[in-house]
């Protein structure tokens, strides 16, 4: 095989996992946003001033780039300090 051959295939396997890439990022972008409008709409304001449980749930950051968790329970922290 030549080298533009190789070169070629390179670039087309790079363009697919970085098409693959965009669109799991895609996918994850717009269950994170479901998720987080779902529990600000379910959340209520506390005694103590705390919306509850949004105010529980891990940054939007962090519930992006974990993408291997799909558990929203896993992104809720505890309520005690």
Known sequence: MSAPAIIIMALGVLAALSFSAFFIITIRNGWVYRVRTQMLRESVWTH???FEPYSRLASY?????????????????????
């Open 48 to 50: 103590e001033g705390v």
């Open 61 to 81: 950051d962090a519930m992006m780039w974990r993408f291997w968790v799909w558990d929203v329970s896993k992104f809720l922290r505890s309520s005690q300090p």
